[in-house]
């Protein structure tokens, strides 16, 4: 018996898009599901990819197979305890794993130098953010993901239940459209970048 296929869209192309774009499509080919994953995206190609690709993504690793001693703590402390906790010990859980899956997608990483004599240590994609995104989107679209710049999703249709079931886009090259996919959102890392 064949498997309908399923749709999903993911929204942005930051790295949390990306990754959740690409994750999604290496899931259902180990998994053997017949899936359609767009990715949509407002900016042009060229400009694509949030502050994700202004960034130098420096991030809280002694190296790229360890994480900084205390950093949950430090974490806390820099929020003045106001940060949820169990969000920094689920990326500190996840932290390793998830830089060996980037490096499994060719994002080498190294430890910048103006960091070894101040601050905790950090490490820092070559070619900082804009190096994950080009990857990223590289080994997604490798993996079939469809991605639709210039698309910007205007409106989210709600089903019974608040259940998102399409969502609304206009196109610089065409014409408000609506798309019933099953969906999954990824908003933006960093909400900055998001006029609305």
Known sequence: MTQDLQRLVVVGHGAAGLAAALAAAEQARSRGLRIEITLLEKSREAEAGGNTRCSPSYMRLDAPDRLAPGFEDDMQQSSGGLADAGYFRTLAENAV???GWLQSHGV???TPVYYLSSGPARIQPVGGGSAIVEKLVDAAQRAGVKVL?????TDLVMAEGHRVCAVETQSVMASRRRSRPT???????????TPR
């Not at 710049?149 to 999703?153: E, H, K, N, R």
């Open 97 to 99: 794993q998830t830089i």
């Open 149 to 153: 710049y210039q698309t910007a999703v």
């Open 183 to 193: 969906p999954l959102f990824s908003p933006p890392a960093d909400f900055r970048a």
């Open 108 to 110: 080498e990483f190294v």
